[in-house]
């Protein structure tokens, strides 16, 4: 019966190493097609502008068209699904965002696994936030609004795109760490919220740099400072939130690049080296530049990594301030 087995060993290894043969050659071919590029968000945001800056790039690196498929709904699940649910084979490619580390928390049933329905690529890079005051109001600091939250609990209002998105978590993040006392007003998108709050009839918002880029430029919005854990590029005479008061905040909107799980890792690996090379570019960061994005040049687990402290930090605040979706 050893004999047998002995005998059967290279045999099973040959069968083994035949079968990896169509898909090694798949990889070293890779890529022979367009690729596919969901973005979980409606055409004109912020994730679409960054999702079709980088597909012309990784266009150009890669040799083949980058097709921008835009399927919003669902908080970003309708999108993540279907490239979940995609063959891996590399022609499938997901931008995830905030909601991607936010949604496990938000939505105990989803149709499925952030860690295991994907493999990351590459951590694209990071953005500040930016907390930012109508001009009319009293508020020329953060200093200003904390003394005014805190001699006037329940007076102050904060606007953002809806429960569970990121303008909303940054706002709770801003109450739990500086222990005061806002009352959050949802909307259905940025267009509204932004609306209302240059009307005054909201008193903050925290909300991504390139939303009110212009506005801050021409003096409609006063921006008081970003929420990152170290100044933006993009405005670096604005302190952070931790400079200004409210020690330890740090709140961040990002991009990553992910797969299908199953998609061999030399196609990971080659899609990786391509977004490094497109980031790197001068069309890129001329793109980007209003938008503080910081971009990254890290391999795929460092997107792995960066997701696993998120979901943990953000499940913390949605436990606390009982969240719930809309």
Not at 247 to 271: D, F, H
Request: charged share 15%.
């Amino acid at each position: 019966m050893r004999k047998l087995l002995f005998a059967a060993a290279p045999l099973l290894t040959l069968c083994a190493t035949l079968c990896a043969l169509p898909r090694i050659a798949q990889a070293q071919a890779y890529p022979t097609k367009p690729l596919r590029l969901v973005v979980p968000f409606p055409a004109g945001g912020g994730t679409d502008i960054i999702s079709r800056t980088l597909g012309e790039r990784l266009a150009a690196e890669l040799g083949q068209p980058v097709v921008i498929d835009n399927r919003p709904g669902a908080g970003t699940v309708i999108g993540t699904d279907n490239v979940a649910k995609s063959a891996p084979d590399g022609y499938s490619l997901l931008m995830a965002t905030f909601a991607h580390a936010v949604n496990p928390a938000l939505q105990s049933k989803l149709p499925y696994s952030t860690a295991q329905s994907f493999a990351p690529v590459a951590l694209v890079g990071r953005s500040p936030n930016v907390m930012v005051v109508n001009p009319a109001k009293p508020f020329k600091s953060v200093a200003d609004v904390l003394a005014y939250a805190k001699a006037n609990p329940g007076k102050l209002s904060y606007g953002s795109f809806g429960n569970g998105t990121s303008a909303h978590l940054a706002g709770e993040l801003f109450k739990s760490l500086a222990k005061v006392d806002l009352v959050h007003v949802p909307y259905k998108g940025s267009a509204p919220a932004l609306t209302d709050l240059l009307g005054g009839q909201i008193d903050v918002m925290f909300t991504t740099v390139a939303s009110v880029a212009q506005y801050i430029k021409g003096e409609r919005l006063r921006a008081l400072a970003v929420t990152s854990s170290t100044r933006s590029a993009a405005y670096p005479n604005l302190p952070t939130l931790a400079e200004s008061g409210v020690p330890g905040y740090a709140a961040e909107s990002w991009y990553g690049l992910y797969v299908p799980a199953g998609t061999p890792a030399p196609i990971i690996k080659r899609l990786n080296e391509a977004v490094h090379a497109a980031v790197k570019t001068e069309a890129f960061k001329s793109r980007i530049e209003e938008e503080g994005l910081m971009v990254s040049n890290g391999p795929p687990d460092e997107l792995a990594r960066y997701v696993h402290a998120e979901e943990a930090r953000w499940q913390r605040v949605v436990t606390e301030a009982k969240i719930k979706a809309d």
